[in-house]
C-alpha cells in the first residue's frame, strides 16, 4: 500500500510540474483532423471507406468492422509511398513527427485552381516572416478544405478525369529538404502536388529523402504562420505506404 501511494505521489506531482509550465498554460490544442467516413473525398474511389456493424450492444458490445485505402482522409504519405527504399509508416521516427508549424497561407492566390506555390513564391513568404528553420512542418493552406463536404468541387475533375486544386512547386518540395531541412510538407488539399500534375514531383523529390507528406488537413485558419506545435499520429500498419492519422496543434493564445 505504501509503495502504490509513492508511486501514485511520484505521478500527480510530475504531471503537475509538466502543465504547470507556462508554454503548456499559455496554448490551445486544435484539431487539424477531417472526421472519416464514407463521404470523405477520395484519390480514387475505387475502394470506399465502409464501416460495417459486427456486434450490438444487444449481444454485448458495440463494434464495427472497417475496410479502407492508405491514404484517406487527413492522412500522412511515407517516403516509400514513391521511394522503394524509403521507409514504410510504421518505420517514421517519432521524433520526427513533432514539429514546428510553418503555415503559408495561399488561399487568396487558389481562385486559380491550377497554383503552383513557387520558390519566388517562398523567398517573398521569407523575406515577410523570416528563414524557414531546420525541422518545421510546413504546411500549405490554401482554402481548400471549404470544399470538403462537396467532393465533386474538392476533387475538381475536368472532363478528362484531370483534378484542379493547388500544391507545392517541385522545385519548392526540392528546395525544403535540401536547403531547409524541413521534417514534412502539409496541405489542405488531397495531394501535396497540384491536382493536375501526372508525375508527382514533389512527392518524389520529398519523399526520397525521408520525409513525409501530411493531407487533407483541416482548421487550417487556427494556425499562426509560426508558433504553433504539431504532432502527427498515423496509423502504424507495418509496411504501409500512408495512414489516416490524428493530427493535433498547440497553438499560442
Request: proline share 6%; net charge neutral.
Amino acid at each position: 500500500m505504501k509503495k502504490n501511494l509513492i508511486i501514485l505521489f511520484f505521478g500527480l506531482t510530475l504531471s503537475s510540474v509538466v502543465w504547470a509550465q507556462p508554454e503548456f498554460l499559455q496554448k490551445e490544442m486544435v484539431d487539424l483532423t477531417h472526421v472519416l467516413n464514407k463521404s470523405v473525398p477520395q484519390y480514387a474511389e475505387l475502394h470506399p471507406f465502409t464501416q460495417q456493424k459486427i456486434s450490438s450492444y444487444e449481444s454485448g458490445y458495440l463494434s464495427y468492422v472497417l475496410s479502407m485505402p492508405e491514404h484517406i482522409g487527413t492522412h500522412v504519405d511515407a517516403p516509400n509511398h514513391f521511394s522503394p527504399s524509403g521507409k514504410s509508416v510504421d518505420q517514421l521516427d517519432i521524433i520526427n513527427l513533432v514539429g514546428n508549424a510553418v503555415v503559408i497561407n495561399i488561399a487568396e492566390y487558389s481562385r486559380n485552381s491550377d497554383y503552383e506555390f513557387t520558390l519566388r513564391d517562398l523567398r517573398t513568404w521569407e523575406s515577410l516572416h523570416g528563414p524557414i528553420l531546420k525541422n518545421s512542418i510546413v504546411i500549405l493552406r490554401t482554402g481548400w478544405e471549404s470544399k470538403w463536404f462537396q467532393p465533386k468541387n474538392y476533387l475538381n475533375r475536368d472532363k478528362n478525369g484531370v483534378m484542379h486544386f493547388p500544391g507545392f512547386s517541385c522545385e519548392v518540395a526540392e528546395y525544403l529538404s535540401q536547403h531547409r531541412s524541413v521534417r514534412a510538407l502539409g496541405t489542405d488539399t488531397l495531394s501535396i502536388d497540384p491536382g493536375k500534375s501526372q508525375d508527382f514531383c514533389a512527392h518524389k523529390v520529398f519523399l526520397h529523402k525521408e520525409k513525409y507528406a501530411i493531407e487533407g488537413l483541416t482548421n487550417l485558419e487556427k494556425l499562426p504562420a509560426r508558433g504553433a506545435v504539431i504532432v502527427v499520429s498515423p496509423i502504424k500498419v507495418g509496411g504501409g505506404t500512408g495512414a489516416p492519422a490524428r493530427v493535433i496543434a498547440w497553438v499560442p493564445y
